[in-house]
């Protein structure tokens, strides 16, 4: 079974970095690899794609990166409103997606 | 605006059928490959189905193959889930999400479904 494991939680002071990392064998087999930040109550919203590709009108303090089978995805200049859930996902073939179990970014 | 607006769900006892409508607006669903998501209370994310532009290609979650069916009518710029001999598992918020080069970068406010008797 296909499966992405994320910390469950991470937490860094205002203007600090943080990374999320995201670990599976389907990381490593090709491109797709998206992150997704979810505020409470609200519908996901693509921050990266394609491994390391930023979406127009998302921050540039968004990255993204691979290396063998993990996948991730930093944030740098934390601001209280990047406090938030962050998905990874990966097309695996079977199942066609898979989600990371999730992250919860607190900013304290 | 580009957006997506799912409709139809509500609560149900187990065993019971729904069916799940997502309209889009500003932009035409025919050359995207498109997505059912759904989130437990509380929980992650969860791929529930896909279907390609051109329908050649459907996918299901285990947990719901069997019971789910997706479609698409380009025609009315729409995209269907509908759900049969639905469980309490299935409880959820139900989204739909458009695919562009292997990413979900369009998703619908959600619509919740509850399934309890």
């Known amino acids: 079974q296909a499966a992405l494991t994320q910390p469950a939680s991470v937490s860094g002071s205002p203007g600090q970095s943080i990374t999320i990392s995201c670990t599976g064998t389907s990381i490593g087999l090709h491109k797709h690899v998206s992150w997704y930040q979810q505020h409470p109550g609200k519908a996901p919203k693509v921050v990266i794609s394609e491994i390391n590709k930023r979406p127009s009108g998302v921050s540039n303090r968004f990255s993204g990166s691979r290396s063998a089978n993990t996948a991730s995805l930093t944030i740098s200049g934390l601001q209280a409103e990047d406090e938030a859930d962050y998905y990874c996902l990966s097309y695996a073939d079977s199942p066609f997606w898979v989600f990371g179990g999730g992250t919860k970014l607190t900013v304290l | 605006e580009v957006q997506l607006v799912e409709s139809g769900g509500g609560l149900v006892q187990p065993g019971e059928s729904l069916t799940l409508s997502c309209a889009a607006s500003?932009?035409?669903?025919?050359?995207?490959?498109m997505n059912w998501v759904r989130q437990a209370p509380g929980k992650g994310l969860e791929a529930v189905s896909h279907?390609?532009?051109?329908?050649?290609?459907?996918w299901y979650a285990d947990s719901v193959k069997g019971r789910f069916t997706i479609s698409r009518d380009d025609g009315k710029n729409s995209l269907y889930l509908r759900m049969n001999s639905l469980r309490d598992e299935d409880t959820g918020v139900y989204y739909c999400?458009?695919?562009?080069?292997?990413?979900?970068?369009?998703w619908g406010q959600g619509t919740m479904v509850t399934v309890s008797s």
């Open positions: 279907i390609s532009h051109d329908a050649t290609t459907i």
């Open positions: 999400v458009r695919d562009i080069n292997w990413a979900l970068d369009i």
């Open positions: 500003g932009f035409a669903l025919a050359p995207y490959p």
